[in-house]
């Protein structure tokens, strides 16, 4: 009868450490939902961060214009272009958003192949957290760099006699400040990737309690 009662008691004791412990540990029949609705999003965020390196790349290389410039000596006019590979920082901008681009596309398909199997979501999602934080500071620079040569450009700088060019060659600079604008729309889909990753792996982790 004792062995009974001590059986009953330890039977009883288990299901309450069980109840009062919480599980954790999902099943993958109930994390699929999960992990597609953010492999879903993260295709659409990367085929963005495509889009966007393209019609930046391709404005900003297309933003050629010539001028008539008068020269005071002789004084005659002489036509001088305006385009992007005459600044250096302009030249770092296309091939920075040339590879984000290229990067967009690449992901945007493996992103695509991970919807249809989300089980290798994670797997795929550990790899790209490094890369997008990388590509970031790369593109977030670029933009800077390529603002701060395009402002220059537009307010010009009397303290060291840089005059604005933009009421000379107007078509360039609409074209500069439409690449750049691109340029920042494609960081802050860049910076919501990495948020994404950074929540969906966060996700992952299992919660212990003390």
């Not at 009953?8 to 109840?19: N, P, Q, R």
């Not at 681009?101 to 490094?130: C, E, N, Q």
């Amino acid at each position: 009868m004792a062995s009974t009662d001590t059986a009953a008691h330890s039977e009883a004791g288990k299901l309450v450490d069980k109840a009062a412990t919480p599980s954790d540990n999902r099943g993958p029949a109930e994390r699929a939902p999960s992990s597609r609705s953010f492999a879903a999003a993260d295709v659409v965020l990367r085929f963005l961060l495509f889009a966007s390196g393209v019609v930046a790349v391709v404005v900003m290389v297309t933003s050629k214009q010539t001028e008539l410039i008068p020269i005071p000596i002789p004084p005659f006019l002489t036509p001088r272009p305006a385009k992007f590979t005459h600044s250096p920082a302009f030249i770092y901008f296309v091939a920075a958003l040339s590879v984000a681009g290229l990067y967009g596309a690449i992901t945007t398909l493996i992103s695509l192949f991970a919807l249809r199997k989300p089980a290798s979501y994670p797997r795929f999602l550990s790899h790209f957290v490094i890369f997008d934080v990388l590509l970031l500071g790369i593109v977030a620079a670029a933009t800077g760099t390529a603002g701060g040569v395009a402002y220059i450009g537009l307010k010009g700088n009397t303290h060291v006699q840089w005059r604005k060019i933009c009421d000379i060659y107007g078509e360039f600079c609409r074209h500069i400040g439409a690449s750049i604008a691109v340029s920042l729309f494609g960081s802050v889909v860049l910076a919501l990737l990495v948020l994404l990753s950074i929540y969906s792996l966060s996700k992952r982790i299992p919660k212990h309690s003390y």
